[in-house]
């Protein structure tokens, strides 16, 4: 198992962006796959995006498509996930997850977890 660390969150104004950072330590394959998920207070945790480390390929929640972007450094071990124009529907902590093989946005085919960065967005 990798360890991942999340970074970036904060508070900001609706319509505005916010760069959220996972740095990932241990091994990485090429078929890994990593993923931002978040969980808002009383509701469940939710995928929002992922990306096979190897391939750049990407998979974006309906929710968050054409306003997210997840994106990956190989050379510095580190998955981003820029949001553009941020509503306050988006407030949520934010987790980074690492799993294997599958491009999915299925909660339980993630086996590694991140603590997790608040992202909370005012109107």
């Known amino acids: 198992q990798v360890q991942l660390i999340e970074s970036g969150g904060g508070l900001v104004q609706a319509g505005k962006s916010l760069e959220l950072s996972c740095t990932v330590s241990?091994?990485?394959?090429?078929?890994?796959?990593m993923g931002w998920f978040r969980q808002a207070p009383g509701k469940e945790r939710e995928f929002v995006a992922a990306i096979i480390w190897g391939f750049g390929t990407t998979l974006y929640a309906d929710s968050v498509k054409g306003r997210f972007t997840i994106s990956r450094d190989n050379a510095k071990n580190t998955v981003f996930l820029q949001m553009n124009s941020l509503k306050p529907e988006d407030t949520a902590v934010y987790y980074c997850a690492a799993g294997s093989n599958h491009l999915t946005g299925i909660r339980d085919l993630y086996n590694s977890w991140g603590r997790g960065t608040q992202v909370t967005v005012s109107s």
């Open positions: 241990g091994r990485t394959f090429s078929r890994d796959v």
